[in-house]
């Protein structure tokens, strides 16, 4: 079993940036797919980022451009970097981690994942 916890969130005006890390324990870390998801108010929980043990990255389409997944094996931490930051990104994002090595459609998929981290809070001011 793997255990996350996120770290990162906070209040940023629109245009800035902020860095979200996620250290996972537990199990193998480089065996898995490690996913971010965020939930706004009143809304779906969303895919946003997610990349392979591998290192290949995906990403939702409104954040292509502006955000940067990464992950460091040795560190079991996976991080997403958030650029030019706008209110439609406030959400608490959840990091995640999948038992198997995903390809990009099966990595958007909110099922595939069994271990979910408690999320941390952005909020974006206008």
């Known amino acids: 079993q793997v255990q996350l916890v996120e770290s990162g969130g906070g209040l940023v005006q629109a245009g800035g940036s902020l860095r979200l890390s996620c250290v996972a324990s537990?199990?193998?870390?480089?065996?898995?797919?490690m996913a971010w998801f965020r939930q706004a108010p009143r809304k779906e929980r969303e895919f946003v980022a997610a990349i392979t043990w591998r290192g290949s990255t995906y990403y939702v389409d409104s954040v292509k451009g502006r955000f940067t997944s990464s992950r460091d094996n040795a560190k079991t931490t996976v991080s997403l970097q958030m650029n030019s930051l706008t209110p439609e990104d406030t959400a608490r994002y959840y990091c995640a981690a999948a038992p198997m090595a995903y390809s990009s459609g099966s990595a958007s998929y909110s099922e595939n994942y069994n271990t979910w981290g408690q999320g941390t809070q952005v909020t974006v001011s206008s």
């Open positions: 537990g199990r193998t870390f480089s065996l898995t797919t």
